[in-house]
């Protein structure tokens, strides 16, 4: 008896020794986070890596197994939004046997689903499914138990899982807490305007005097006032939503993060590879907030080195640290369209929570000013006033006035006398359904031909172009109008992610719209048929588009490599001095720049801005410029042939950075 069980023991782990090899038993840290249905022959585990169902886009990942007796079976998952009539937001048909299981990873559309429960269809011959449920992480705070517009939603990012109670313990601590005492909340508050009501477009005129304070190269002017304004000491911070993830689990695209507003990574183990850590860098740039806690900045550079260009000194916004002696502390940096901040204090610390110095920059990042990722798509998305269309009309009021009323008189008593005259009544069956058809085709025509066959576009852009690497990262707000067109909706490049601002269509309450072929066409109200719709669009790439400076004795010489011209430049040299172009730019063209101050830069800064408070354009760090485009030429491809309007509201800048050396 005794032999016989010791050869079914070494049987049993020569065969777990052997499914390991062979990958055919997925590891059980690998499925914790998947939720499991066993109905007749079918086996199904699905989960979604999603911090908020507002915003931005998550992954789904459905594994559906059939026994072996089952020979191929067809399977169609959809996921649905809307209430009382559901549409279909991201689809997957395929297969299943039992050799080959059915491995769906899908891109699913967050912004579509308003903070909705997120919900699947599994349709299969024996196994129709109609409510797969598909959690994310609510709000923690005041009870809601569900988002608001106020509401923020994290990815906490470690070796192993966190703790239910640990994330609670910290979406408490970061949700709704007064900001911590310290600079530079106690000299005055950092916003011109107050954060509520700056979401509303109102004006904070509270203050009665202003300072200016300068942060790691950038000065803005901010009003002094009450402790308790908007960004001081006791101000209340945003509800904050956090959801777990292991390293080797994050995405391999960072669209797939884009539902999160930032990404929290705490140094207890070997940071994320350099595969991983571009697609965190790349999500960075597109408006994204990364956190590194746990380490100081040379620990970072030391584990990481493709981190050291992106932490110099010149790209440090605040610096923040704890009230006691010898306190951690907390840099935030720009990079691209985001935010990377390095934090000395683990997010999840001994203490569970994070120290006063990670509290207060992580406010910096989300709160201070717009956010891309967070903000595009609501009503005080940057850029948004910019994407209203300038169409024509169909006729103007007055020659329509006087068609139809020329119509009557012809219709009425000159097709009567006419027909009277005749003497042939019978023919007003023929004239008048003629007389009133034959002018409704007329205007149907020239309304056709009025509003075109192209698809129109316009709107404002703010690119940040690291001339080092050539890393460019484009912030966007798009307004579209397609007339009668054959395109079936938007194919945005590898990089790019659309944000579309959707119509619920009153009663019906469900967006029409779409994500086919994971991500590679996007189709609905992102671009319908003769009717305005807009969208915010964020892309990180690669350009060789560039602005050539040479520094030489009398000034910087600019060439234009640019496939736009540049309307207006300003530049700030190394050693700080500033200089601007004398004149348009054509592609190609070289000059030599003239020196110019702060107010010059000021007033063109002001122009490219998305909006209040945003730090991009508040300042000019050394070796850097800032230009108007006079075309979009570093906008994102959509994949369809658009047609730009040249109407006054159409602005793109960029603002370059530049190598210190020579």
């Given at each position: 008896?005794?032999?016989?069980?010791?050869?079914?023991?070494?049987?049993?782990?020569?065969?777990?020794?052997?499914?390991?090899l062979?990958?055919v038993?997925p590891?059980a840290h690998?499925?914790?986070?998947?939720?499991?249905?066993?109905?007749?022959?079918?086996?199904?585990?699905?989960?979604?890596i999603?911090a908020?169902?507002?915003?931005?886009y998550?992954?789904a990942?459905?594994r559906?197994?059939?026994?072996?007796e089952?020979?191929?079976m067809p399977?169609?998952?959809?996921?649905?939004a809307?209430f009382?009539?559901?549409s279909?937001?991201a689809?997957?048909?395929?297969?299943?046997?039992?050799?080959?299981?059915?491995?769906v990873?899908?891109?699913?559309?967050?912004?579509?689903?308003?903070g909705?429960n997120?919900?699947?269809?599994?349709?299969?011959?024996?196994?129709?499914?109609?409510g797969?449920?598909?959690?994310?992480p609510?709000?923690?705070?005041?009870g809601?138990?569900?988002?608001?517009?106020r509401?923020?939603?994290?990815?906490?990012?470690s070796?192993?899982?966190a703790?239910?109670?640990?994330?609670?313990a910290?979406?408490?601590?970061?949700?709704?807490q007064?900001?911590?005492?310290l600079?530079?909340?106690?000299a005055?508050s950092?916003?011109r305007?107050a954060?509520?009501?700056?979401?509303?477009?109102?004006?904070?005129?509270?203050?009665?005097s202003e300072?200016?304070?300068?942060?790691g190269?950038?000065?803005?002017?901010?009003?002094?006032?009450?402790?308790a304004?908007?960004?001081?000491?006791?101000?209340v911070?945003?509800?904050?939503?956090i959801?777990?993830?292991?390293?080797?689990?994050?995405?391999?695209r960072?669209?797939e993060?884009?539902?999160?507003?930032?990404v929290?990574?705490?140094?207890d183990?070997?940071?994320p590879?350099?595969?991983?850590?571009?697609?965190?860098?790349?999500?960075?740039?597109l408006?994204?907030?990364?956190?590194f806690g746990?380490?100081?900045?040379?620990d970072?550079?030391?584990?990481?080195?493709?981190?050291?260009?992106l932490l110099?000194?010149r790209?440090?916004q605040?610096?923040?640290?704890?009230?006691e002696p010898?306190s951690?502390?907390?840099?935030?940096?720009?990079l691209?369209l985001?935010?990377?901040?390095?934090g000395?204090?683990?997010?999840?610390?001994?203490?569970?929570k994070?120290?006063?110095?990670?509290?207060?920059?992580?406010?910096w990042a989300?709160?201070?000013e717009?956010?891309?990722?967070v903000?595009a798509?609501r009503n005080?998305?940057p850029?948004?006033?910019?994407?209203?269309?300038q169409?024509?009309?169909v006729?103007?009021p007055?020659?329509l006035a006087g068609?139809c009323?020329m119509?009557?008189?012809?219709?009425?008593?000159v097709n009567?006398?006419?027909?009277?005259?005749?003497?042939?009544?019978?023919?007003?069956?023929?004239?008048?359904?003629?007389?009133?058809?034959?002018?409704?085709?007329?205007i149907g025509?020239?309304?056709?031909?009025?509003?075109?066959?192209?698809?129109?576009?316009?709107?404002?852009?703010?690119a940040v172009l690291?001339?080092r690497s050539?890393?460019?990262?484009?912030?966007?707000?798009?307004g579209?109008f397609?007339?009668?067109?054959?395109?079936?909706?938007l194919a945005?490049?590898?990089g790019?992610?659309?944000?579309?601002?959707?119509?619920?269509?009153?009663?019906r309450?469900?967006?029409?719209?779409?994500?086919e072929?994971?991500?590679a066409?996007l189709?609905?109200?992102?671009?319908?048929?003769?009717?305005?719709?807009?969208?915010?669009?964020?892309?990180?790439r690669?350009?060789?588009q560039?602005?050539?400076v040479?520094f030489a004795g009398?000034g910087p010489?600019?060439?234009?490599?640019?496939e736009?011209s540049?309307?207006?430049?300003?530049?700030?040299a190394p050693d700080?001095?500033?200089?601007?172009?004398?004149g348009q730019?054509a592609?190609?063209?070289?000059?030599?720049?003239?020196p110019?101050?702060?107010?010059?830069?000021?007033?063109v800064?002001?122009?490219?801005?998305?909006?209040?408070?945003?730090l991009?354009?508040?300042?000019?760090v050394p070796a850097?410029y800032?230009a108007?485009l006079?075309?979009?030429?570093?906008a994102?491809?959509l994949?369809?042939?658009?047609?730009w309007?040249?109407a006054?509201?159409?602005?793109?800048?960029?603002?370059?950075?530049?190598e210190v050396?020579?």
């Amino acid at each position: 008896m005794v032999e016989w069980l010791g050869s079914l023991a070494r049987r049993a782990w020569l065969w777990v020794a052997l499914a390991l090899l062979l990958g055919v038993v997925p590891s059980a840290h690998a499925r914790q986070h998947a939720k499991r249905l066993v109905e007749g022959p079918l086996t199904v585990e699905w989960e979604l890596i999603a911090a908020s169902a507002r915003q931005g886009y998550a992954v789904a990942l459905v594994r559906v197994e059939v026994d072996r007796e089952f020979g191929e079976m067809p399977v169609d998952l959809r996921f649905l939004a809307g209430f009382r009539q559901p549409s279909v937001v991201a689809q997957w048909r395929g297969t299943a046997t039992f050799r080959e299981p059915a491995q769906v990873r899908l891109l699913v559309p967050m912004f579509a689903f308003a903070g909705m429960n997120v919900r699947a269809h599994l349709r299969t011959p024996v196994l129709d499914h109609p409510g797969l449920d598909f959690p994310v992480p609510v709000s923690m705070s005041g009870g809601s138990g569900g988002f608001s517009d106020r509401t923020i939603g994290l990815f906490h990012v470690s070796s192993s899982a966190a703790q239910a109670s640990q994330l609670l313990a910290l979406s408490e601590a970061l949700s709704e807490q007064p900001l911590p005492d310290l600079e530079p909340f106690r000299a005055a508050s950092p916003f011109r305007n107050a954060y509520p009501s700056r979401w509303h477009g109102e004006e904070d005129e509270s203050s009665e005097s202003e300072v200016t304070m300068h942060f790691g190269g950038t000065s803005f002017v901010i009003p002094t006032g009450a402790a308790a304004s908007s960004g001081g000491p006791g101000s209340v911070s945003n509800a904050y939503a956090i959801a777990s993830l292991e390293t080797q689990r994050l995405p391999r695209r960072a669209i797939e993060l884009t539902s999160a507003g930032g990404v929290l990574v705490d140094a207890d183990a070997p940071l994320p590879d350099g595969a991983r850590l571009a697609v965190l860098l790349e999500y960075a740039r597109l408006g994204g907030v990364l956190f590194f806690g746990g380490l100081s900045k040379a620990d970072l550079v030391a584990r990481a080195p493709v981190l050291a260009p992106l932490l110099e000194d010149r790209f440090r916004q605040v610096s923040f640290e704890g009230g006691e002696p010898d306190s951690n502390l907390a840099d935030v940096y720009s990079l691209g369209l985001g935010r990377l901040i390095v934090g000395e204090e683990r997010v999840l610390g001994s203490t569970g929570k994070p120290d006063d110095a990670t509290s207060a920059a992580l406010w910096w990042a989300f709160e201070r000013e717009p956010n891309w990722l967070v903000d595009a798509g609501r009503n005080w998305a940057p850029y948004l006033p910019r994407t209203e269309l300038q169409l024509a009309k169909v006729l103007p009021p007055a020659l329509l006035a006087g068609i139809c009323l020329m119509l009557g008189v012809v219709i009425g008593p000159v097709n009567y006398l006419v027909v009277w005259k005749r003497r042939r009544p019978a023919l007003l069956l023929v004239t008048v359904p003629a007389l009133s058809v034959a002018p409704a085709l007329l205007i149907g025509v020239i309304g056709i031909v009025r509003l075109g066959f192209d698809i129109q576009t316009t709107g404002a852009s703010l690119a940040v172009l690291d001339q080092r690497s050539g890393d460019l990262a484009v912030g966007e707000a798009r307004g579209f109008f397609a007339g009668f067109t054959m395109e079936s909706g938007l194919a945005p490049e590898p990089g790019s992610v659309v944000l579309a601002n959707l119509d619920w269509g009153g009663f019906r309450a469900a967006p029409n719209f779409s994500v086919e072929r994971d991500g590679a066409l996007l189709s609905g109200d992102v671009l319908p048929s003769r009717k305005r719709a807009s969208s915010s669009v964020l892309s990180a790439r690669r350009t060789r588009q560039r602005l050539d400076v040479e520094f030489a004795g009398g000034g910087p010489k600019v060439t234009n490599g640019f496939e736009g011209s540049i309307e207006e430049l300003v530049l700030r040299a190394p050693d700080g001095a500033l200089f601007r172009a004398p004149g348009q730019l054509a592609p190609g063209a070289s000059a030599s720049l003239v020196p110019t101050d702060e107010i010059e830069l000021a007033r063109v800064l002001d122009q490219m801005q998305p909006g209040p408070d945003f730090l991009l354009t508040s300042g000019l760090v050394p070796a850097s410029y800032a230009a108007r485009l006079g075309a979009p030429c570093l906008a994102a491809d959509l994949g369809v042939p658009l047609v730009w309007e040249n109407a006054e509201p159409m602005q793109h800048g960029v603002i370059g950075i530049l190598e210190v050396g020579p």
